[in-house]
Protein backbone atom coordinates (compact mmCIF):
# COMPACT_ATOMS: atom_id res chain seq x y z
CA UNK A 1 0.00 0.00 0.00
CA UNK A 2 1.09 3.66 -0.78
CA UNK A 3 1.74 5.91 1.88
CA UNK A 4 -1.74 8.29 3.15
CA UNK A 5 0.28 11.48 1.62
CA UNK A 6 1.08 9.57 -1.89
CA UNK A 7 -2.86 8.23 -2.30
CA UNK A 8 -4.05 11.97 -2.07
CA UNK A 9 -1.86 13.36 -3.93
CA UNK A 10 -2.88 10.85 -7.21
CA UNK A 11 -0.50 8.27 -6.93
CA UNK A 12 -1.32 4.46 -8.19
CA UNK A 13 -0.35 1.49 -7.30
CA UNK A 14 0.14 -1.92 -9.40
CA UNK A 15 1.31 -4.73 -7.03
CA UNK A 16 2.08 -8.21 -9.65
CA UNK A 17 3.13 -11.56 -8.47
CA UNK A 18 6.12 -12.69 -10.28
CA UNK A 19 7.60 -10.44 -13.72
CA UNK A 20 10.40 -10.29 -15.54
CA UNK A 21 11.46 -6.90 -14.65
CA UNK A 22 9.00 -4.14 -12.91
CA UNK A 23 10.52 -1.73 -15.77
CA UNK A 24 9.61 -3.27 -18.74
CA UNK A 25 5.84 -3.10 -16.43
CA UNK A 26 6.04 0.61 -16.35
CA UNK A 27 7.13 0.92 -19.83
CA UNK A 28 3.94 -1.63 -21.30
CA UNK A 29 1.82 0.69 -18.69
CA UNK A 30 3.58 3.61 -20.89
CA UNK A 31 2.23 2.25 -23.64
CA UNK A 32 -0.64 1.66 -22.94
CA UNK A 33 -1.06 5.42 -22.45
CA UNK A 34 -0.25 5.31 -18.63
CA UNK A 35 -0.67 9.62 -17.40
CA UNK A 36 2.10 8.24 -14.76
CA UNK A 37 2.70 8.90 -10.90
CA UNK A 38 2.20 4.78 -11.19
CA UNK A 39 4.42 2.45 -8.87
CA UNK A 40 4.58 -1.38 -9.95
CA UNK A 41 5.78 -3.39 -7.30
CA UNK A 42 6.60 -7.13 -7.98
CA UNK A 43 6.76 -9.93 -5.16
CA UNK A 44 9.35 -11.42 -7.14
CA UNK A 45 11.51 -10.67 -10.51
CA UNK A 46 13.16 -13.31 -13.19
CA UNK A 47 14.98 -10.68 -14.95
CA UNK A 48 15.25 -8.21 -12.89
CA UNK A 49 18.32 -5.72 -13.98
CA UNK A 50 20.45 -3.15 -12.59
CA UNK A 51 23.03 -0.76 -14.15
CA UNK A 52 25.71 -1.33 -16.46
CA UNK A 53 23.19 -4.29 -18.06
CA UNK A 54 24.02 -5.77 -14.85
CA UNK A 55 21.22 -8.27 -13.54
CA UNK A 56 19.90 -7.64 -10.40
CA UNK A 57 18.89 -11.14 -8.14
CA UNK A 58 15.27 -10.67 -6.94
CA UNK A 59 13.69 -13.49 -4.83
CA UNK A 60 10.76 -12.41 -2.61
CA UNK A 61 11.24 -10.53 0.43
CA UNK A 62 12.84 -7.53 -1.03
CA UNK A 63 11.09 -4.42 -2.74
CA UNK A 64 11.11 -4.63 -6.41
CA UNK A 65 9.29 -1.16 -7.44
CA UNK A 66 9.39 1.56 -10.36
CA UNK A 67 7.57 4.74 -10.47
CA UNK A 68 6.84 6.02 -14.04
CA UNK A 69 6.51 9.55 -14.17
CA UNK A 70 5.08 11.50 -17.19
CA UNK A 71 6.74 14.89 -18.31
CA UNK A 72 7.93 15.38 -14.32
CA UNK A 73 10.43 17.66 -15.49
CA UNK A 74 12.34 19.69 -18.90
CA UNK A 75 14.47 16.32 -20.15
CA UNK A 76 17.68 17.99 -19.43
CA UNK A 77 16.96 17.56 -15.39
CA UNK A 78 15.84 14.25 -15.38
CA UNK A 79 19.60 12.45 -13.88
CA UNK A 80 19.09 14.64 -11.20
CA UNK A 81 15.39 13.29 -9.80
CA UNK A 82 18.14 9.68 -9.25
CA UNK A 83 19.76 12.10 -6.52
CA UNK A 84 15.62 13.12 -5.42
CA UNK A 85 15.11 9.24 -5.75
CA UNK A 86 18.00 8.59 -3.41
CA UNK A 87 16.69 10.56 -0.60
CA UNK A 88 13.48 9.41 -0.60
CA UNK A 89 14.92 6.08 -0.18
CA UNK A 90 17.07 7.35 2.42
CA UNK A 91 14.47 9.17 4.43
CA UNK A 92 12.32 5.96 4.19
CA UNK A 93 15.42 3.65 5.16
CA UNK A 94 15.91 6.05 8.25
CA UNK A 95 12.27 5.80 9.47
CA UNK A 96 12.00 2.04 9.25
CA UNK A 97 15.29 1.13 10.78
CA UNK A 98 15.88 4.67 13.12
CA UNK A 99 19.19 4.62 11.31
CA UNK A 100 20.76 8.48 10.33
CA UNK A 101 24.14 9.47 8.49
CA UNK A 102 26.68 8.60 8.29
CA UNK A 103 25.84 4.99 9.36
CA UNK A 104 22.95 4.99 6.84
CA UNK A 105 24.53 7.10 3.70
CA UNK A 106 24.21 8.14 -0.06
CA UNK A 107 26.92 6.56 -2.19
CA UNK A 108 27.11 8.40 -5.62
CA UNK A 109 25.18 8.09 -7.80
CA UNK A 110 22.72 5.85 -6.70
CA UNK A 111 23.11 3.63 -3.98
CA UNK A 112 22.00 3.33 -0.37
CA UNK A 113 24.46 1.96 2.44
CA UNK A 114 24.06 1.02 5.75
CA UNK A 115 27.68 0.95 7.23
CA UNK A 116 29.07 1.25 3.46
CA UNK A 117 27.53 -2.04 2.78
CA UNK A 118 24.97 -1.45 -0.52
CA UNK A 119 21.70 -1.88 0.87
CA UNK A 120 19.62 -0.57 -2.42
CA UNK A 121 20.15 0.63 -5.80
CA UNK A 122 18.65 2.36 -8.12
CA UNK A 123 17.92 2.64 -11.99
CA UNK A 124 17.07 5.41 -13.96
CA UNK A 125 15.52 5.19 -17.23
CA UNK A 126 14.06 8.19 -20.06
CA UNK A 127 12.18 7.73 -23.18
CA UNK A 128 9.99 9.89 -24.96
CA UNK A 129 6.91 8.14 -26.51
CA UNK A 130 4.30 9.70 -29.04
CA UNK A 131 5.69 13.07 -27.84
CA UNK A 132 5.64 12.26 -24.29
CA UNK A 133 8.64 12.38 -22.00
CA UNK A 134 9.09 9.37 -19.38
CA UNK A 135 11.51 8.47 -16.53
CA UNK A 136 10.76 5.29 -14.93
CA UNK A 137 12.97 5.16 -11.12
CA UNK A 138 13.54 1.39 -10.48
CA UNK A 139 13.56 1.03 -7.08
CA UNK A 140 15.53 -2.30 -5.27
CA UNK A 141 15.27 -2.88 -1.75
CA UNK A 142 16.82 -5.46 0.32
CA UNK A 143 14.85 -6.02 3.24
CA UNK A 144 14.41 -9.38 4.16
CA UNK A 145 17.95 -10.46 2.21
CA UNK A 146 21.05 -9.54 0.72
CA UNK A 147 22.93 -11.18 -2.54
CA UNK A 148 25.27 -13.59 -1.73
CA UNK A 149 27.00 -13.03 -4.87
CA UNK A 150 27.83 -9.76 -4.63
CA UNK A 151 31.60 -8.00 -5.67
CA UNK A 152 30.90 -5.73 -2.69
CA UNK A 153 29.45 -6.15 0.68
CA UNK A 154 25.51 -6.06 0.80
CA UNK A 155 23.35 -5.66 3.84
CA UNK A 156 19.51 -5.67 4.77
CA UNK A 157 16.74 -3.96 6.67
CA UNK A 158 15.84 -6.38 8.56
CA UNK A 159 19.27 -6.84 10.00
CA UNK A 160 18.81 -3.68 11.81
CA UNK A 161 14.95 -3.85 12.06
CA UNK A 162 13.47 -6.78 12.40
CA UNK A 163 10.00 -5.76 12.23
CA UNK A 164 10.89 -3.94 8.51
CA UNK A 165 8.61 -5.26 5.82
CA UNK A 166 8.37 -4.43 1.76
CA UNK A 167 4.89 -2.96 2.77
CA UNK A 168 5.86 -0.31 5.67
CA UNK A 169 8.97 0.18 3.43
CA UNK A 170 6.47 1.12 0.31
CA UNK A 171 3.99 3.39 2.40
CA UNK A 172 7.40 5.35 4.08
CA UNK A 173 9.14 5.62 0.58
CA UNK A 174 6.10 6.71 -1.82
CA UNK A 175 5.45 9.38 0.89
CA UNK A 176 8.97 10.88 1.29
CA UNK A 177 8.99 10.61 -2.75
CA UNK A 178 6.18 12.62 -2.84
CA UNK A 179 7.99 15.32 -0.11
CA UNK A 180 11.61 15.16 -1.95
CA UNK A 181 10.11 15.61 -4.91
CA UNK A 182 8.08 18.82 -4.34
CA UNK A 183 10.89 20.15 -3.17
CA UNK A 184 12.87 19.69 -6.10
CA UNK A 185 10.04 21.04 -7.99
CA UNK A 186 10.02 24.30 -6.64
CA UNK A 187 12.13 26.88 -8.58
CA UNK A 188 16.05 26.46 -7.56
CA UNK A 189 14.96 22.98 -5.65
CA UNK A 190 18.28 21.09 -6.86
CA UNK A 191 20.71 23.28 -4.43
CA UNK A 192 18.62 22.23 -1.07
CA UNK A 193 18.35 18.92 -2.46
CA UNK A 194 22.07 18.86 -3.08
CA UNK A 195 22.57 19.89 0.29
CA UNK A 196 20.62 17.53 1.48
CA UNK A 197 22.48 14.73 -0.57
CA UNK A 198 25.60 15.73 0.53
CA UNK A 199 24.86 15.60 4.01
CA UNK A 200 24.02 11.97 4.00
CA UNK A 201 27.00 11.68 0.72
CA UNK A 202 29.20 8.72 2.05
CA UNK A 203 33.12 8.89 1.14
CA UNK A 204 32.51 12.89 0.85
CA UNK A 205 36.23 14.37 1.51
CA UNK A 206 37.69 10.56 1.19
CA UNK A 207 39.87 9.33 -1.00
CA UNK A 208 38.13 7.18 -3.76
CA UNK A 209 38.42 5.42 -6.88
CA UNK A 210 36.43 5.60 -10.25
CA UNK A 211 35.94 3.10 -12.57
CA UNK A 212 35.57 4.95 -15.93
CA UNK A 213 35.22 4.03 -19.48
CA UNK A 214 38.94 5.40 -19.65
CA UNK A 215 40.16 3.28 -16.93
CA UNK A 216 40.16 3.66 -12.89
CA UNK A 217 40.47 6.91 -12.05
CA UNK A 218 41.37 7.92 -8.00
CA UNK A 219 41.34 11.40 -6.00
CA UNK A 220 39.31 13.28 -3.49
CA UNK A 221 35.74 13.57 -3.39
CA UNK A 222 35.13 16.92 -3.01
CA UNK A 223 31.50 17.66 -3.77
CA UNK A 224 28.63 17.51 -6.33
CA UNK A 225 28.44 20.43 -9.21
CA UNK A 226 25.46 21.82 -9.91
CA UNK A 227 24.17 19.11 -12.32
CA UNK A 228 25.00 16.60 -9.80
CA UNK A 229 28.56 15.30 -11.33
CA UNK A 230 30.67 14.36 -9.13
CA UNK A 231 33.94 16.58 -8.50
CA UNK A 232 36.97 14.75 -7.95
CA UNK A 233 40.56 16.44 -6.92
CA UNK A 234 43.18 14.33 -8.65
CA UNK A 235 46.81 14.83 -8.58
CA UNK A 236 46.43 16.92 -12.07
CA UNK A 237 43.59 19.15 -10.91
CA UNK A 238 39.77 18.82 -10.26
CA UNK A 239 37.82 16.10 -12.56
CA UNK A 240 33.91 16.45 -12.98
CA UNK A 241 32.64 13.02 -13.67
CA UNK A 242 29.08 12.08 -14.37
CA UNK A 243 29.01 8.67 -15.18
CA UNK A 244 31.45 5.72 -13.67
CA UNK A 245 30.99 2.91 -10.77
CA UNK A 246 32.51 3.72 -7.10
CA UNK A 247 35.09 0.82 -5.76
CA UNK A 248 34.49 0.27 -1.85
CA UNK A 249 37.40 0.28 -0.15
CA UNK A 250 41.14 0.77 -0.72
CA UNK A 251 41.51 2.63 -4.17
CA UNK A 252 42.94 0.02 -7.10
C1 LIG B 1 21.67 -1.03 -9.30
O1 LIG B 1 22.11 -0.75 -8.19
O2 LIG B 1 22.37 -1.54 -10.18
C2 LIG B 1 20.22 -0.69 -9.60
C3 LIG B 1 19.30 -1.82 -9.21
C4 LIG B 1 17.85 -1.54 -9.54
C5 LIG B 1 16.98 -2.75 -9.31
C6 LIG B 1 15.52 -2.40 -9.43
S1 LIG B 1 14.49 -3.67 -8.79
C7 LIG B 1 13.08 -2.88 -9.45
C8 LIG B 1 13.48 -2.40 -10.83
N1 LIG B 1 13.31 -3.48 -11.80
C9 LIG B 1 14.47 -3.87 -12.30
O3 LIG B 1 14.61 -4.78 -13.16
N2 LIG B 1 15.47 -3.15 -11.79
C10 LIG B 1 15.00 -2.16 -10.84
Known amino acids: MLGEAARAAGYRLIIRDEVASTMEEARRALDQGDPGQLWIVARSQSAGRGRHGRSWGSPPGNLYASLLLVEPCEMALAPQLGFVAGLALHDAAAKITGLTAPQLALKWPNDLLIGRAKTAGLLLEGESRAGRFAVTIGMGVNVASRPGD ?98 FGAPA
Open 150 to 247: TPYPASFLKEIASSATVETLLAALSDAWLARFRAWSLPGGFGPTRAAWLERAAFLGETITLRLSEGPLSGRFSGLDAFGRLELDTDDGRRVIDAGDLY
